[in-house]
């Protein structure tokens, strides 16, 4: 095949500049662009009632009691954002060693669900499956003796996403990284009736600075400490792993993968997505939301702009969709865009 760069003229006669000219010409040739069906939305959940308390790192993002959540997540579809990813602040009184919490099904997870699904809302609701908002310790998995413990923690993770569908969820959501996980989930989703949940393993998942101002959020900061999630999240340095990573959830039966942190890591999604062609997501992740966000505070950077450059980066590094604390005024500025 001859390579693109032969076809391509050479300076006076090719003048790159010239599809460039206009407005309507720069539209022609535009090669990817960010809709609303692109968009996921990360909700967090909290006890109370009439509550809706402003995360400190993460300005303009919110934790809602259940009786408060309807109302964004209502106006989340009616802008047209296909889905949201809840999750759930838990109480610290609550949260033990084994994270039991995660397998009651009346934790705020599942009252969220069962509240947003009562209410009728035509939206997608997306569950993470990790213990640590429910681990006095923090960790995603089982500790014992010091180390996060696989195939026990496994276990448990199977359990937690068949309440989460018994509640009505749409999608399971695993993002705690033990090996396995997708495979037993969905035997166990399968064997409770639930073959319609869908998977979307968070495949390639980071151990990163990136996740901060999330585990302020969900007050999972604290416990962890001084812990960290190197035992099982990936390497920052590595990319070949994450190939293997989304190998093995695919045979596991993952029906679409994450990759977690964006924008630091374009480079995975784009591996990904050409390497298995199948649906790819990417996580904006708290961090990178913060970091956005302190800089327009500032007035060191535009916030609209930023906002839009950096997801519009996602689909053009091949992600089919991208989960992003932007996602309401992304959906609102797509649509006045579009009047
Ligand atoms: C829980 C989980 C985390 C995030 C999503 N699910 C934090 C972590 O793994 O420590 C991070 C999301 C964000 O930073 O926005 N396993």
Redesign the pocket.
């Known amino acids: 095949m001859t390579s693109p760069l032969h076809i391509a003229g050479e300076y006076p006669s090719t003048r790159l500049r010239r599809n460039r000219r206009s407005d309507w010409s720069r539209r022609l040739v535009c090669e990817n662009r960010l809709s609303v069906d692109d968009l996921i939305w ?1 909700v967090f959940v909290c006890e109370g009632q009439q509550t809706k308390s402003e995360i400190e790192s993460m300005p303009g993002v919110y934790r809602y009691s259940i009786d408060c959540v309807t109302e964004p997540v209502r106006k989340a579809a009616e802008l047209g954002i296909p889905a949201i990813a809840l ?1 759930p602040a838990t109480p610290a009184e609550l949260k033990t060693p084994g994270g039991e919490e995660s397998l009651n099904p009346e934790n705020l997870m599942c009252k969220a669900v069962r509240a947003i699904k009562q209410a009728e809302i035509e939206i997608g609701i997306i569950c ?1 499956v ?1 213990l ?2 429910y681990t006095s310790h923090g960790q ?1 998995g089982l500790l014992v003796n010091g180390e996060v413990v696989n195939d026990e923690s496994v276990e448990i993770l199977a359990q937690q996403a068949v309440v989460q569908a018994q509640a009505g969820c749409d999608i399971i959501a695993p ?2 990284m033990m090996d396995g996980r997708i495979g037993e989930i969905r035997d166990a989703l399968d064997s409770s009736g639930f073959q319609h949940v869908q998977i979307m393993s ?1 495949a390639a ?1 980071y151990a990163s600075a ?6 302020d959020a969900v007050g ?1 900061a604290g416990s962890l400490g001084s812990g960290d ?1 190197r035992t099982y ?1 990936m390497d920052p340095a590595n990319s070949q792993e994450a190939f293997r990573e989304v190998a093995f959830d695919l045979l596991e039966g993952a029906d679409m993968v994450m990759v ?2 964006g924008m630091p890591y374009l480079d995975i999604i784009s591996h990904i997505k050409q390497a298995f062609a199948v649906p790819v997501f990417a ?1 904006q ?3 990178e ?1 913060a970091m956005l966000m302190a800089a327009a505070e500032k007035g060191w950077l535009d916030r609209e702009k930023v906002m839009l450059e950096s997801l519009l980066a996602f689909k053009r590094a091949g992600a089919d969709g991208i989960l992003t ?1 932007f996602a309401i005024d992304v959906a609102q500025k797509l649509r006045e865009a579009n009047q």
């Open positions: 990360p999750f993470d990790a640590d908002p995603d993002s705690d968070y998942k990136f996740y901060g101002p999330f585990r999972s999630k999240q977690k942190p996580y992740v708290s961090g939301y604390y």
